[in-house]
């Protein structure tokens, strides 16, 4: 069993659909979680960095996160043919420098 | 500030092969994370680096080595290519807890 599961997708919405994304984890020890954006041909870039329970907001981007279930989400409102990308759940250990991933979910937003 | 810089962005080898993979992280940061992401296993850490000491090492064999420099540059090296080594290999620079990818060097072993 991987220590962190990711829906691989991939998932199409149409533009201005709520989009969510999900990841499940089993290390306990994990007290960080962050959700990195990927475009095609490109590295990933960190959206959202978060360490409690509960949710955080960063514009259209809401991450939630509950350390009881040992699940995170990301939702995406309004979403934009921009948003679509590869969405990689991650959780770093050693200090931060190491991050376990998921596999990432591949999302189309359809014009 | 200039992004985190892979080079080359792109390489053939054949099996059997060995091949050296560049990184210069932001200006100012000293630790350089390496990735392995394919399709099936997605992003798996390699190897990590602080002021030219590995500091971290995930679970990958011997065949990948890496090393960093005094100005904060790194290598990765592998070994004795197998076909199962095609893959994006990504460098992170970190700083303040947030790692920086590059855009990754794209290997295919044929």
């Known amino acids: 069993q991987k220590e962190v599961e990711q829906d691989p997708g991939p998932l199409s919405v149409p533009e201005g659909a709520i989009v969510s994304l999900n990841c499940t984890y089993s290390?306990?020890?994990?007290?960080?979680f962050m959700w990195y954006r990927q475009y095609s041909r490109k590295g990933p870039e960190l959206l959202m960095y978060?360490?409690?329970?509960g949710n955080k907001e960063d514009g259209r981007f809401t991450a939630q996160v509950d350390k009881s279930s040992k699940y995170i989400s990301l939702f995406i409102r309004d979403s934009q043919p921009s948003d679509s990308a590869t969405y990689l759940c991650?959780?770093?250990?050693?200090?931060?420098?190491?991050?376990?991933f998921g596999t990432g979910t591949r999302l189309t937003i359809i014009p | 500030k200039a992004g985190v810089t892979q080079t080359p962005r792109y390489l053939i080898k054949t099996r059997g092969q060995q091949v050296t993979l560049s990184c210069s992280p932001i200006s100012g940061h000293r630790s350089v994370s390496w990735y392995q992401q394919t399709p099936g296993q997605g992003l798996q850490f390699l190897f990590e680096?602080?002021?030219?000491?590995?500091?971290n090492k995930g679970n990958f064999p011997g065949r990948f080595s890496g090393r960093q420099f005094s100005n904060s540059r790194s290598e990765m090296n592998v070994s004795t290519l197998e076909l199962g080594d095609s893959a994006l290999y990504l460098c992170?620079?970190?700083?303040?807890?947030?790692?920086?990818f590059g855009p990754g060097t794209r290997l295919t072993v044929l």
């Open positions: 680096y602080f002021s030219e000491t590995q500091r």
């Open positions: 290390n306990s020890a994990f007290q960080y």
């Open positions: 978060t360490y409690s329970s």
């Open positions: 992170a620079s970190m700083y303040s807890n947030t790692q920086y």
């Open positions: 991650a959780m770093p250990s050693f200090g931060n420098e190491k991050l376990t």
